[in-house]
């Protein structure tokens, strides 16, 4: 399994209070995802970077910020959760259009 | 952008029965991939597959990439095989970002 870890695993937290979400790879691929799964909306890009501090916008990234210093780290940022941001956030690393591999991913309620 | 739609939605088996799961996408690829989440919620890679055939094990995928669509075989169905299994793919414009169809969930009863 590729070496990807995200953490927290789990969070609650309530609305107008800001998160960060980490995703941690030791594999060294140069990008890296942060997707959404909610139900009846399989899973949805949300942002994305193709290199340190090089980051990009997915289909639904209002509301998300995401910053990439190190190329093994990728932080997804909720400036003010909302309780539609509650979801299941996964992590993904790969080298360009090959396989992507994902992380176990973050459980999110926003009260 | 591209659109992905995975058919049958829901699919429920006997153990050790056949079944066949497919993905249909609207533009060009240069990736798809086939994708299972066990019930525990992870994604775990099937196959990296943007044309052609592959196998592995009791899973075997074939690509038409000419005609637009991927398929996905089990074979001698097993309860740890339950799930939903996902059809994502990139699209030729896309650079690399993955869009997911919305899964085909599969029940294998004992």
């Known amino acids: 399994d590729a070496g990807i870890t995200q953490s927290p695993r789990h969070k609650v937290t309530e609305t107008g209070t800001p998160v960060t979400l980490r995703c941690h790879q030791t594999?060294?691929?140069?990008?890296m995802y942060w997707y959404r799964q909610d139900p009846g909306h399989g899973l949805r890009l949300i942002h994305y970077s193709y290199g340190v501090k090089d980051t990009d916008k997915g289909e639904v990234s209002d509301g998300y910020s995401v910053s990439r210093s190190k190329t093994e780290d990728f932080l997804l940022t909720l400036e003010s959760a909302t309780s539609s941001q509650t979801s299941v956030y996964f992590c993904?690393?790969?080298?360009?259009?090959?396989?992507?591999?994902f992380g176990p991913g973050t459980r999110l309620l926003v009260l | 952008g591209i659109q992905v739609e995975q058919s049958p939605p829901d699919l429920i088996l006997q153990e050790g029965a056949n079944s066949t799961l497919r993905c249909n996408f609207s533009d060009s690829v240069n990736n798809l991939q086939w994708f299972h989440q066990n019930p525990w919620g992870q994604l775990i890679n099937l196959f990296y597959?943007?044309?052609g055939t592959k196998q592995n094990g009791r899973l075997s995928a074939t690509t038409v990439a000419t005609e637009r669509y991927s398929l996905l075989y089990i074979s001698s169905s097993q309860t740890t095989d339950s799930g939903v299994y996902f059809c994502a793919v990139v699209g030729e414009t896309s650079g690399s970002r993955l869009t997911f169809g919305e899964g085909t969930q599969l029940t294998v009863n004992p």
């Open positions: 597959i943007p044309s």
């Open positions: 993904a690393i790969s080298e360009l259009s090959r396989t992507q591999y």
């Open positions: 594999e060294n691929h140069r990008y």
